[in-house]
């Protein structure tokens, strides 16, 4: 299994003159030996590209890509890593969608294809990530 971070996917929609190529190339390849999965938060992020979740469900369907509930324990890491994150001196006063993120792929024990490490290494350094810096 591999969750799609929200960038690959607007890379796609949005034909990022930069980016689109490489992350349809990652999606298909995943696609060849993983599951590829959104969770409800990189769901929610994607209602900025469509009308309607008819026509989201439709393009995420097309791409063989479905949607994953988030598990409690899931929520509750999310949570712990924002503790630290916190007491580390960030900012943030809400739980950013990447903790939700990393959470998850942490225990799913899966990986994550995303541009924006950074967060994920830095409060999940078990989850594998495909970047196209490790490309």
Not at 92 to 117: E, K, M, S, W
Request: net charge positive; hydrophobic share 45%; proline share 7%.
């Amino acid at each position: 299994m591999i969750l799609v971070d929200t960038n690959i996917l607007v890379d796609v929609f949005k034909d990022d003159p930069t980016w689109a190529r490489w992350s349809i190339r990652q999606l298909r390849a995943q696609a060849q030996v993983h599951e590829l999965i959104v969770n409800p938060v990189i769901y929610s992020e994607l209602t900025l590209a469509f009308n309607s979740p008819d026509a989201l469900d439709e393009a995420l369907q097309q791409m063989g890509i479905t949607l994953n509930e988030l598990p409690r324990p899931a929520l509750f890491l999310a949570g712990r890593a924002f503790v630290k994150y916190r007491r580390g001196g960030g900012s943030r006063t809400n739980v950013p969608a990447d903790f939700f993120i990393g959470a998850q792929a942490a225990i799913l024990r899966c990986g994550i294809l995303t541009r924006d490490a950074k967060r994920y290494r830095n409060y999940f350094p078990t989850v594998p990530l495909i970047t196209p810096d490790a490309t």
